[in-house]
């Protein structure tokens, strides 16, 4: 048995927040970097040098790195050995979401009624929290910054069960097609496939959490984004698109869901354990 | 402008009305009211913007554009009453478009996501109305060679 105060959980979020939105996470810009070279079009080059000046004035001058500084997506695991002190754990998480926002001068983006009144909680709370019990006693912690330009992007579609991978390529191209423009491109894409409508959602989230090799139908999926030929900021270009992952899971006998998470080219992601 | 071509760059210097999505609500509702708006629209430029708050003893925070066609329902009535220049990202409508090119007025863009870099082309930012929105009020902000591209020019020509 191991004991964790959701004190340190609400610190380590604050601190996780903090990091996102002002350091561009290595393996973020490794891509970005390795990308770039390949750009051929004067605009595109033009862009992907101010996208890498962007990392480094953030930086240095703690400007944060887009001014849409998101919603806050928190995903959580909690080993099985482990017992939870303190505040209640979904408030520990807002504790640590208001903490940074409000002491960093991030822009709250969040409103309380999403309909009517939509009136800003002034905090950036509540965020979206996700908790999963696993084997052990540690305590996992990873934060995804979304803005809305790219989170517009989502789309779903439940395929029916006998169609062919084509048809899961053709519907990743109709939706950069549609929406990619909007979301900031050069895209980080993730998509989920299988489980059930809402499980296929999350999982595209979480295929952007941790920026593993692509295999080789991910990289045929990027190289057939990346003819599309829409290029940095939308103002054409060979490089749409600088990665592209895919997160499955088993699903019913009748349906294969699709989820496509389009994300912008500063994928604010960041991890830490408590152990 | 009606030399200026889509995709060519175009450095902005000048007062820009900082707006975005409620407060595009709000205008419009009180044009159509019969009442006037908090912001003289004639011979003006909107950015699509909601920035974050300067720090204490900076005089702005990350400032760069939201995605432009959510304002697409509120533009053309905005463009008819003098709205000459718009900055934001992506692509417009058909009636943005149309609106653009029967009042010559232009669209620009420039990249999401490099706030931090776009901010060092801001010299100032004011509140103008709706406090109570936070990021969503109406803001003056004076930009400085702010680097934009064309988006659609002054015949309709679009991205």
Known sequence: ?275 | MDTLKVGDEVFVSGKVYGMRDQAHKKIVEIIESGSRPPIVLSESSIFYVGPTPPKPGEKVGAIGPTTSIRMDPFTPLLISMGVKVMIGKGKRSTDVIEAIKKYKAIYLVTPGGISAYLSQFIEEIKLIAFPELGPEAIYELTLREFPTFVGIDTGGNSI
């Open chain 1, 1 to 275: 048995m191991k004991t964790v105060d959701t004190l340190e959980i609400a610190e380590s979020i604050e601190y996780l927040c903090r990091e996102a939105n002002y350091t561009i996470n290595p393996r973020v810009l490794a891509l970005i970097e390795e990308s770039s070279r390949k750009e051929t079009s004067v605009i595109g080059k033009k862009i992907f040098s101010q996208i890498i000046q962007n990392a480094t004035i953030s930086r240095e001058k703690m400007i944060p790195l887009c001014q849409d500084t998101g919603i806050v997506i928190v995903f959580i695991e909690i080993g099985q050995g482990v017992v939870l002190k303190g505040l209640p754990l979904e408030d520990a998480v807002n504790l640590g979401v208001r903490r940074a926002y409000t002491s960093s001068f991030f822009r709250s983006s969040i409103v309380k009624d999403p309909v009517e009144k939509r009136i800003n909680t002034f905090d950036n709370t509540p965020s979206i929290i996700h908790t999963k019990i696993v084997p052990g006693e540690k305590v996992s912690i990873s934060v995804m910054i979304k803005g809305f330009g790219s989170e517009n992007a989502t789309t779903l579609r439940m395929f029916p069960p006998t169609i062919e991978r084509k048809e899961i390529e053709e519907f990743l191209l109709s939706t950069v097609k549609e929406k990619g423009i909007n979301a900031c491109p050069p895209l980080f894409i993730g998509i989920g496939i299988g489980g059930t409508a809402d499980y296929a959602l999350q999982l595209s989230k979480e295929a952007l959490l941790r920026l593993e090799p692509m295999d080789d139908w991910e990289r045929s999926l990027l190289d057939s984004v990346n003819r599309l030929k829409i290029g940095p900021a939308g103002l054409g270009g060979d490089v749409t698109s600088v990665y592209l992952k895919i997160k499955s899971f088993p699903t019913h006998i009748a349906g294969l869901p699709v989820a496509i998470n389009i994300n912008c080219h500063i994928l604010r992601v960041g991890g830490l354990e408590i152990e």
